[in-house]
């Protein structure tokens, strides 16, 4: 499956972004989605991930409360909703599949497939 991130940009601290991973390629509900992200000079880090129905979510405790991960089977897409943006929320957003899809995990070395990430960066 092929994986391809949008919507990141530039966002004020407070503030809100949407993005959207568009699979293509295979059959979107077969597979388990995640989101993750990656600072300059940390590691991938788990932000949130969710079965292949939806009904199950996990998230970081970081974003808890202000992410929201859901997906569109009928269009192979899932989202992220950011809201109340931190300046340490400024990363790199990748999102990845799983063949597992009846379970979430907070794995990176469980995932697949990945996306090619979009930028996020929030001002303060």
């Known amino acids: 499956v092929q994986l391809q991130a949008s919507g990141g940009g530039l966002a004020q601290a407070g503030g809100s972004l949407r993005l959207s991973c568009t699979a293509s390629?295979?059959?979107?509900?077969?597979?388990?989605m995640g989101w993750f992200r990656q600072a300059p000079g940390k590691e991938r880090e788990f932000v949130a991930a969710?079965?292949?129905?939806?009904?199950?979510?996990r998230y970081a405790d970081s974003v808890k409360g202000r992410f929201t991960i859901s997906r569109y089977n009928a269009a192979s897409t899932v989202y992220l909703q950011m809201n109340s943006l931190k300046p340490e929320d400024t990363a790199i957003y990748y999102c990845?599949?799983?063949?597992?899809?009846?379970?979430?995990?907070?794995?990176?070395?469980?995932?697949?497939?990945w996306g090619q990430g979009t930028l996020v960066t929030v001002s303060s």
């Open positions: 390629g295979r059959t979107f509900s077969d597979y388990g």
């Open positions: 990845a599949a799983r063949r597992r899809r009846h379970s979430v995990s907070s794995s990176v070395d469980e995932y697949e497939y």
């Open positions: 969710l079965t292949w129905s939806g009904e199950t979510t």
